[in-house]
Structure formats: C-alpha cells, structure tokens
C-alpha cells in the first residue's frame, strides 16, 4: 500500500505511507499534532537548507560485474527469489569529471530529509540509511572506481525549506538519493527544471511524484491503489466488511487519500456505514468509538499518524468495545506506537464487545516490506542493518530507512549500468529500463521505469509479544492488483 500515510510518521511513508496530493495549509500546532501521517501539504516558514553530515568510509575491496536483481512473485504464499545482493563496482574505471558532481574519482549525492523542526528526528533514519549505504557501496570498490559522498541536507518539514534543499542539491549534487520530506512539493518544480535525477525514498505529494525527473524506490502515484491488502481482509473476514468504518484526519492530501481509498475498498465488496474525519490535534475519540459502536461497525481502517491511532484505541478500551477486526497502515510497524499504546494496543481483547462476546478481534498492520524479526533470512535486512550500526551505532531501523537504503543500491544498479561515462542523461535512460525492483527481497517489486508501486502485501498481527506474522505464512501476497482510482 503507498505511504500515504504513507509515511507516512507515516512513512513513513508511510505513506500510506503512502501519499500524495497537494492540499490545505496547516497552522503550526496542527503540523506538529499530525506530521507523522505524511498527508498534508504547506508550510510557510522561510530559510535556507542546512548541511548535514557527508559521505562515508572508504573500503579497499573491488566488486565484481553487475549481479541480477530478484524477483517477488505472487500466490498463496508470494514468496521472495532474491538473486545475488553483490552489484559490484562495475567491470569499468573512472571515465573523469562527466557531469554536474561527478569527478574523476568521487560522485556527490545528496539526500533532503526532515531532521529538524516541528517534528526532530523525524526522517533521520533516511540521513543514517543512505550513510550506511554509500558506506557498503564504497567498501566493495565504489562504481566504476568512484567513490561516493553524501550530501545530507535538512527540510525541517517545510515545503521552502524543501525547495531550498532541492536548488543546492541541483548545483552540488549529480543525483538526490534517499530523500524523505513530508513536504516534498515545495522542491518538485525546481528538480524538474534543473534536471537532476532524483531517486527519493519515498514521495508523498502528487506534484513531486509525478516530476519528469523523480523515480523513487518506492513510486507511488496519487492514481492508482494498491488492492491486495483489501483483498486479504475481504477473504478472510466476508462478513465483517459489510459493517465499515474509515477514519482520516482531516487534514492536506489525507483526505483526497481517504476518499481514493473508500472508492477502491467498495469497488472490492466492501460497505461503509460511518465515514469520518478528524483533526489532527483530536485528543477525545469517544465520540467516535460511540458512534461506531451504534453503526454496528465490524471493520475499521484509519488514515492516520500512529499518535492518532493510539488514541483510537484507548478509546475503544475504555468503551469495552472493539470492532471484529482492525487494519493500519504501516505507520504503525514501529517500537513506538507498541510502548505508547499500552494495553489498548498490545492486548487482544477477550472479546470483542457484547455481541461478539467470544470472538477474537486482532488488529493487523499491512506491510510492503521485509521484516526485522525475519533478517535472519534475508542477506540484504542483513546488510542494511549491520551496515546501519556501523555508521551510527544504536540506531533505530524503519520502514523509511529500509527505502532510502533501496533508493541507494537503486542508484548503485543504474550507474553501474551506465558505467564510467556517467550523465544525468544516462542515469535517467537506465532508470526508466528497470521494470522490476525489489532491493533483493528487501521489499515488493516496483516497476521503476513506469513509476509504479507493487501489488503485494504481507499482514503483521499485534500481540502482547509484538508484531507476529499473520499471513501469507512467507513473502508477500499479490492476489490482488493495481486500481486506478482518478
């Protein structure tokens, strides 16, 4: 599913995750209240980008020719076939200074995160993801015997300081690599008329998603929706998606998000009987729970921060009510929203409400992604996680992270394609070739080229223990399919 909640902390994307249109400007309270679901738009402070921290360690190993990337494929199970993780340095040397950032022996990326402002921290982990992963690229030789140089650059969760960003980033930079900002509007019009290649982590508004120049590891679209999540719920709880409920907060893009998402659910079976939003500072949702619990309602979803679904829930707790099942985005696959919830999210309830006296009510999260408790499995969670320790011990792994490490290795995979005549102009013909990448398991495969995000999913369950795989048993489903919803 997109980070439209993406954020996403949405997401993180999510993203929903995962993400996407412009929207109202929001005063500074409610940005602060509601940052994490990555669905608003605006911002009106003014400045410049700060620098950050650059670069990494320099190895001494050479790589070797380009390896192939896996694959995810679908069915009962929509398992992984990850094929070597090693992309090499390339079978080239360096061809000198070719372009805007680029010299004989070292390439300048950068990537715009929000680090600073109303929310600290809140993109850090795409700063420490694409430090760990230019510090892996060069320790195996560089590309084509040029090292790499990471330019981190702070948005401070403002579109004009996210323009800021992008305009240094056009004249310092050869690409921008990793980047997360939930107001990544404010620099669209300007990568596109510079014409740098921008392979973000994850976009979140429509006017950065759809630039000429922008080809994220994970490309959502503010047109299309992915299915398979639905339909998972669908098969498995036919009757309780008779009685649903949505909630969005009303807030920017997240409301055009919600509407896109109740069109593509009904369309699949599904029947709303309470829609709603709410704003982003809401502390009271017994309101909300009261009125749900008079619907009748059996299913729920909400488009939201995992602050604001945290609270949901407490709701739901002290009602002594709890509809057959919930669904989140996967904002909420963090440590987090586990330690803030309490017992309102990490315990199953012994029954739902009064008519479903001894019915379990499992509240699932759905994923595009790896899971940490898996790594053991899957060479490239591996990699990024040691590599992640090594550049900045302690650090937290995330669902952001995880994609701004993809969109690093996305741009290992096209330079080397490229080879040592590097050029804008190259990158963006080999990035446009690639229709299939799924980071070597990290995450669902995304067709880069046609800038469209995966039809996979895979559900977690919370439980008192943390998250626990709900299904498929392995990989990722990918029964359902991409829905065109405008």
């Avoid at 950032?101 to 420490?128: E, R, Y």
């Avoid at 899971?371 to 990024?384: G, I």
């Avoid at 992640?388 to 701004?404: C, I, S, T």
């Avoid at 996305?410 to 330079?415: E, M, R, S």
Wanted: net charge positive; hydrophobic share 40%.
């Amino acid at each position: 599913m997109r980070v439209r909640a993406k954020v996403v902390a949405s997401v993180l994307l999510s993203v929903s995750l995962l993400a996407t249109a412009c929207g109202a400007r929001l005063t500074a309270a409610q940005r602060a209240a509601g940052i994490g679901a990555l669905t608003k738009n605006g911002g009106s402070t003014t400045g410049s980008a700060t620098g950050g921290t650059t670069g990494a360690t320099t190895g001494s190993s050479t790589g070797g020719t380009t390896g192939a990337t896996g694959t995810t494929t679908g069915g009962a199970a929509g398992g992984t076939t990850g094929g070597a993780n090693n992309l090499g340095s390339g079978s080239c040397s360096s061809g000198g200074a070719t372009d805007t950032g680029v010299t004989a022996n070292q390439i300048t990326l950068a990537t715009i995160a929000d680090v600073s402002g109303v929310q600290p921290g809140l993109f850090k982990s795409a700063w420490q993801a694409m430090s760990a992963v230019t510090a892996y690229i060069n320790s195996q030789g560089g590309i084509c015997g040029r090292q790499l140089k990471d330019l981190q650059l702070d948005s401070q969760a403002d579109s004009t300081q996210n323009r800021a960003a992008v305009q240094q980033g056009c004249t310092q930079a050869f690409a921008l690599v990793g980047s997360m900002s939930a107001f990544d509007d404010g620099g669209a019009s300007v990568g596109q008329q510079c014409g740098i290649p921008d392979i973000s982590a994850i976009t979140v508004n429509a006017a950065r998603s759809t630039a000429s120049n922008v080809y994220p590891a994970y490309p959502v679209g503010p047109n299309y929706i992915n299915t398979s999540w639905g339909l998972q719920i669908k098969q498995r709880y036919p009757d309780a998606i008779k009685k649903s409920a949505f909630i969005t907060l009303n807030a920017g893009a997240s409301v055009q998000n919600g509407n896109q998402r109740i069109k593509a659910l009904t369309k699949l079976g599904y029947t709303f009987v309470y829609t709603t939003q709410v704003q982003v500072v809401e502390s009271n949702y017994s309101p909300y729970v009261q009125a749900m619990q008079s619907k009748g309602v059996e299913f729920i979803d909400m488009l939201a921060d995992y602050q604001s679904i945290v609270r949901l829930q407490k709701a739901m707790q002290q009602a002594s009510w709890f509809p057959q099942v919930r669904v989140w985005d996967s904002v909420a696959y963090s440590p987090a929203y586990l330690s803030q919830g309490e017992t309102a999210v990490q315990s199953q309830p012994p029954g739902c409400n009064d008519v479903l006296k001894n019915v379990p009510c499992p509240a699932y999260v759905f994923l595009n992604t790896a899971l940490f408790k898996e790594a053991s499995s899957n060479p490239e969670l591996q990699l990024y996680l040691s590599w992640l320790q090594r550049v900045a011990p302690g650090a937290q792994p995330d669902y952001f992270g995880m994609y701004a490490w993809s969109a690093g290795r996305l741009f290992q995979k096209a330079a080397t394609m490229v080879g040592a005549k590097l050029t804008r102009k190259a990158l963006f013909s080999a990035l446009q070739s690639i229709h299939s990448w799924n980071d070597f398991g990290l995450h669902i495969a995304h067709d880069i080229g046609a800038k469209r995000e995966g039809n996979c999913t895979l559900y977690v369950e919370i439980k008192s223990s943390g998250f626990v795989r709900a299904f498929p048993a392995s990989g990722w489903t990918c029964t359902g399919s991409l829905m065109k919803t405008s």
